[in-house]
C-alpha cells in the first residue's frame, strides 16, 4: 500500500530521477530546485511512497511554493514566498510504472487538505500551469481554467488553472 508522506532532504537525488523520466528537460525543475523547494517549504513537497520487499521507494511526488502571484510565474517557480498567499503547483510526477492508478489524485487532494487544514498562513488559492490534454484532468479534481498562460517556458503552450480554498 502506498502512502503520502513529506519530501525529506534524503529524496531529492530520488525526486530528480523520477523529473527526469517523467518530464522533458526543458520542463522538469532540477535537483537544485527540487533541494531548494524541500528545505524552504517541507509541509508542501509531498512523496508518494510505495513499499518494496525490504525498503521502500518514491513512485511519485508533488512539489509546490508559496507565492504571492494570483497565478503561476517564473518567478514563483525560482522562489518561494514564506508569506505568500497562494499556492504554486509546480510538478505533479508519477513514475510511467504507476501511472492510471489515481495517485496523480491523491496527491492532489493531500496537497488541498493541507492547505485547507493545516497550512499556516491559510493560502487562498492554488494555482498551477497545464498542459492542453491535461485540463479535463484538473478540472474534475475541481481547480477552473483561466486561460492561456503569460507564463511559458519550455516548447510548450501552457494554461492557468486555479483552485480557490
Known amino acids: 500500500m502506498v502512502c503520502i508522506r513529506n519530501l525529506e532532504k534524503k529524496d531529492v537525488k530520488e525526486a530528480a530521477k523520477l523529473e527526469a523520466s517523467c518530464f522533458p528537460e526543458d520542463e522538469r525543475a532540477s535537483e537544485a530546485k527540487i533541494r531548494s523547494r524541500v528545505s524552504n517549504n517541507q509541509a508542501l513537497q509531498l512523496g508518494l511512497i510505495a513499499p518494496t520487499a525490504n525498503t521502500s521507494m518514491l513512485i511519485g511526488h508533488l512539489l509546490t511554493t508559496r507565492t504571492s502571484s494570483d497565478f503561476v510565474t517564473m518567478e514563483s517557480m525560482e522562489k518561494n514566498d514564506s508569506n505568500g498567499s497562494n499556492v504554486a503547483l509546480h510538478s ?44 479535463p484532468m484538473y478540472e474534475k479534481l475541481g481547480f477552473s481554467l483561466v486561460g492561456k498562460s503569460e507564463c511559458q517556458f519550455g516548447n510548450s503552450e501552457w494554461h492557468d488553472m486555479i483552485y480557490e480554498l
Open 92 to 135: 505533479v510526477t508519477v513514475h510511467p510504472a504507476h501511472r492510471g492508478q489515481g495517485y496523480a489524485r491523491k496527491l492532489i487532494e493531500e496537497l488541498i487538505f493541507r492547505c485547507q487544514t493545516i497550512i499556516t498562513p491559510r493560502p487562498k488559492r492554488v494555482s498551477l500551469l497545464a498542459h492542453k490534454e491535461l485540463i
